[in-house]
């Protein structure tokens, strides 16, 4: 795929005279997956990342500074490519402002200094974007098809298999064992002078087991091309393997817990399958891995995020049951959070954590809630953690009751009637308040703010509440209203 630089020569946007305003490191080498043009503001859940979003700007240019930031943030929290902003009848102080607002947030801000035509810019790049897709998938295709025909007329000859995709991909091809037992590699990642090479990882997995793992090194094929060909290859392979693979007797017994935890099997069953795992017993927590896409990275993200757990194959990806010891599990599981957001970041998986229960026989409510919210966004990339959905989905379920509109305009009316009238953030600097336990440090933290402007908002929201919460005994309905609000209910 195109980078941005590249993307800023091709003549349908290059004529609209662009100026890179920030960028953050690499920001012009990264990718451009896809080129999308929208007015609509709250647009970033429906992007997937890597995308260029091209807008006229002037839907923009009428909000306030606080709500461009959240827009700003918006974007880069969805790992977009770049935004690129017609400015043509923009102020320079407004630039700035929002020059400012995306170096902040880490995001890539291109102005675009002539009026274009957005639908030709994105006919001719995603065209283009189209058709290298295209002939990466012919090349994968034809590596896919001299192996099969070698497995077909020689056997499954590791060697030599991974000599072939190495020959045709000209790159550095390496076949591990997970137990380490063996190993195959050949071909070169290119001039050890140039730059460090690209690369692209897949496990190899064989009746629900990781028996290999597949690593890819060139210096000159591209990282799109690298990962589409770990892909196909890792199929490739695990049929190969599957000849040759016998799973070990802890591996079974693995395999047959965590198809009783899928199953939902009663009880007593699981447990006495975890019994004869050399799993510790006790809490636990199911973890659901899905690639988006033609993609083994949800395996590269297992590994790093998991090294003890049982795993399945689940659907198109893997279901894993993580074992979490006393009496410290609730923190377990938050390092476990934590690491599959740094392992997942800029990938394009989606990964959703379930929660604790405290006696692993009961797995299955975990699965059956991790499950739930796949199903909701299974085509958005990132970690979802289920536990800390719970309001969210307790706030949805609040819309149906006819109780709660008249709660909920009581509570917030008047802060919402400020936030509308004057630009300002109230009503999500009180939520983002209450869900850090009314702690001023985390929420200026993540909000990104200094505390002193926290302080400033918090002191004009307990103005218009009549009072402190926390002194006025409102903090549990308060925090129920404003997560209704926060979801678009009720508030005009």
């Not at 807008?55 to 009428?62: D, H, I, K, P, R």
């Not at 090479?197 to 094929?221: N, Q, T, Y």
């Not at 091309?225 to 599957?242: F, W």
Request: with cysteine.
């Amino acid at each position: 795929m195109p980078t941005l630089a590249a993307a800023l020569r091709f003549p349908s946007l290059a004529g609209a005279a662009p100026v890179v305003r920030t960028a953050p490191e690499g920001g012009l080498e990264r990718d451009v997956r896809w080129i999308h043009s929208s007015e609509v503001l709250a647009i970033a859940p429906l992007l997937r990342g890597g995308e260029v979003l091209l807008t006229g700007g002037m839907a923009l240019l009428a909000l306030a500074d606080a709500e461009r930031r959240e827009y700003v943030r918006s974007l880069a929290a969805r790992d977009v490519a770049a935004l690129a902003v017609e400015m043509t009848d923009w102020d320079e102080p407004e630039v700035e402002a929002l020059t400012e607002a995306a170096a902040e947030a880490g995001l890539t801000l291109v102005e675009l200094r002539r009026v274009v035509r957005f639908v030709d810019v994105a006919e001719e790049i995603n065209s283009a974007i189209v058709n290298r897709q295209a002939r990466i998938q012919s090349v994968v295709d034809g590596i896919s098809r001299s192996i099969a025909e070698h497995i077909a007329g020689r056997g499954p000859q590791l060697d030599a298999i991974v000599r072939l995709a190495a020959e045709s991909l000209e790159a550095r091809v390496t076949l591990t064992a997970t137990d380490g037992a063996r190993e195959e590699a050949a071909g070169s990642a290119g001039d050890p002078a140039g730059p460090a090479p690209r690369s692209a990882e897949a496990d190899i997995a064989v009746g629900g087991h990781v028996v290999a793992h597949l690593l890819i090194e060139s210096r000159a094929a591209g990282n799109d091309l690298l990962s589409a060909a770990a892909s196909r290859l890792s199929e490739v392979l695990a049929l190969a393997l599957a000849q040759s693979f016998r799973p070990s007797p802890d591996q079974i017994a693995e395999g047959r817990l965590m198809q009783a935890v899928i199953d939902g099997a009663p009880r007593k069953s699981v447990g006495r399958l975890w019994a004869g795992t050399t799993l510790p017993p006790g809490p636990a927590c199911v973890v659901l891995l899905v690639p988006l896409g033609s993609t083994t990275a949800h395996e590269a993200v297992l590994r790093r995020t998991v090294p003890r757990a049982a795993g399945a194959v689940w659907g198109r990806g893997r279901a894993v049951l993580v074992p979490l010891a006393r009496p410290d599990a609730p923190q377990r599981r938050a390092d476990l959070v934590a690491a599959a957001v740094e392992a997942v970041d800029g990938l394009m998986v989606r990964c959703v954590v379930g929660p604790l229960v405290w006696d692993g026989a009961e797995a299955h409510e975990s699965f059956t809630e991790a499950r739930t919210l796949l199903d909701e966004a299974a085509d958005q990339p990132g970690v979802v953690d289920v536990s800390a959905e719970f309001g969210n989905r307790v706030a949805r379920q609040l819309e149906a009751a006819s109780f709660v509109p008249v709660h909920v305009r009581s509570a917030l009316g008047m802060v919402h009637d400020w936030d509308r009238r004057h630009g300002t953030p109230l009503v999500e600097t009180l939520a983002r308040w209450l869900d850090s336990g009314c702690n001023a440090t985390a929420t200026a933290a993540r909000l990104h703010i200094e505390r002193q402007t926290l302080h400033k908002r918090l002191s004009k929201s307990f103005e218009l509440l009549g009072g402190d919460p926390r002194t006025t005994g409102d903090v549990f309905p308060l925090h129920v209203a404003v997560r209704v609000a926060l979801l678009g209910f009720y508030l005009p």
